[in-house]
């Protein structure tokens, strides 16, 4: 997801539309043709006697159905790879791998059975070559044996100009749409979830936080009306394992900076505190001190910095293309990417709010003996210690704070103690 966003908002700033549509496979891993999958194992290299192997696990299933204890005949497994199995889902993949061979012109990703396929949008002959790709991707799915659930697919146009005096004419929104079939019409819609994450075409994170806030309180809310207790270390256990995770779902992706978006997420995390026992008389920033926890503002860019060392140490693809150069001074530096001269004011924004962006910029603030450590553990624990020096007050209702708390506007000359 990094790498789509990164491509959409790298687009942007060039002045290119994106376009993307998202699949829905019917029944994914059940219809894999065991057949061809087997095939498919033998062209890309795997030995003769594992595929015998894989054969024998695959084939010659049965099924029954219980209810009520009472139990149907046995039917036999004609297809697909087990759920909930291990290799399940690696077979599933290996079978759609070719799936990416078909299309020429435009970028396909995959994730199990979530599959997006995009192109970025500067001519007409641009929208024809992503329709070709759909085409070429339906084809795929007959000759593979793979139902594809047309109705459900959706269509997102990502707009670098959204007031674009076109899009006032009647028939611009045709330009917009691509065919599925005779009958199925693919129009834009505003919202799409990808992965558990709300995506809007405008780009906004706004509908995702909403949600992910409402989830959490209603988790906050079951847990404080199931638990009587209010002692502290329980209280912090239900918090952090039940609540908190809720909030930091895939948050590299989209770390808000609008000070009311953090206000919203950190609300969850000020209401939770203020019910401990023995902490109802103080304020929000003291609960924190208190309790040795972190802003969840803070949090968010401590899993930026990390994911920024995953990516120094090729522990996870650079999916955006992030260049490091090594200096006497500050150590190992990440490069701020340039910034096209006639991009918008809304794209430059869109893109300075991206992981290709505050990830170089978060980075950079490290120390760098801190940067310089080997493993991923000795560098946790060392960036814990440098984030435990910098005043954590996240912006709060009601709260006057002297900076925006964020690692990106922090100078060491701020702290005397630093």
Excluded at 78 to 95: E, N, R
Excluded at 131 to 151: F, G
Excluded at 155 to 184: G, Q, R, W
Excluded at 246 to 260: A, M, S
Aim: aromatic content about 10%.
């Amino acid at each position: 997801m990094l790498e789509h966003f990164d491509d959409i908002f790298e687009g942007m700033t060039h002045g290119s539309d994106t376009d993307s549509i998202y699949l829905d496979f019917a029944k994914a891993f059940d219809k894999v043709d065991l057949d061809l999958l087997l095939q498919k194992l033998k062209r890309y290299g795997f030995a003769e006697k594992l595929i015998r192997w894989i054969k024998s696990f695959l084939t010659d299933r049965e099924q029954v159905v219980v209810v009520n204890g009472v139990h149907s005949e046995s039917a036999k497994v004609v297809s697909g790879v087990p759920q909930g199995s291990v290799l399940g889902p690696l077979f599933f993949l290996l079978f759609i791998n070719d799936l990416e061979d078909v299309v020429q012109h435009s970028r396909v990703s995959f994730f199990a059975d979530d599959t997006r396929v995009s192109r970025r949008i500067n001519y007409a002959n641009d929208s024809h070559l992503l329709q070709a790709d759909l085409y070429s991707i339906l084809e795929w799915s007959r000759c593979n044996n793979m139902k594809l659930h047309e109705q459900k697919f959706e269509l997102m146009n990502h707009l670098h100009n959204t007031k674009d005096p076109l899009s006032e004419l009647p028939f611009h929104i045709e330009a917009l749409c691509y065919k599925v079939s005779c009958e199925i019409t693919l129009f834009p819609v505003e919202n799409v979830r990808d992965l558990g994450v709300k995506v809007s075409s405008n780009l906004s994170w706004s509908k995702h936080i909403g949600e992910m806030v409402a989830k959490a309180r209603s988790k906050l809310s079951w847990v404080l009306s199931v638990f009587k207790t209010r002692d502290r270390v329980v209280m912090m256990t239900l918090y952090k394992s039940l609540v908190r995770s809720l909030l930091e779902y895939c948050c590299p992706l989209g770390d808000p900076v609008k000070t009311t978006e953090i206000q919203l997420l950190e609300g969850v995390q000020r209401t939770f505190t203020s019910r401990i026992g023995g902490l109802c008389d103080m304020n929000y920033w003291e609960r924190l001190s208190h309790l040795k926890l972190m802003s969840l503002q803070r949090r968010r860019e401590r899993y930026v910095i990390l994911m920024m060392w995953k990516t120094y140490h090729n522990v996870v693809p650079n999916s955006c293309n992030i260049k490091f150069v090594e200096t006497t001074r500050y150590g190992t530096k990440a490069v701020l990417p340039s910034l096209s001269k006639s991009s918008s004011m809304r794209n430059q924004t869109l893109y300075d709010s991206s992981f290709a962006v505050r990830g170089p910029k978060l980075w950079n603030k490290v120390p760098s003996d801190v940067k310089a450590e080997r493993t991923f553990d000795s560098f946790k624990t060392s960036l814990s210690k440098f984030l435990a020096l910098i005043p954590d007050n996240p912006p709060i209702s009601g709260y006057t704070s002297s900076w925006s708390n964020s690692l990106v506007d922090y100078t060491p000359s701020r702290w005397s103690d630093i």
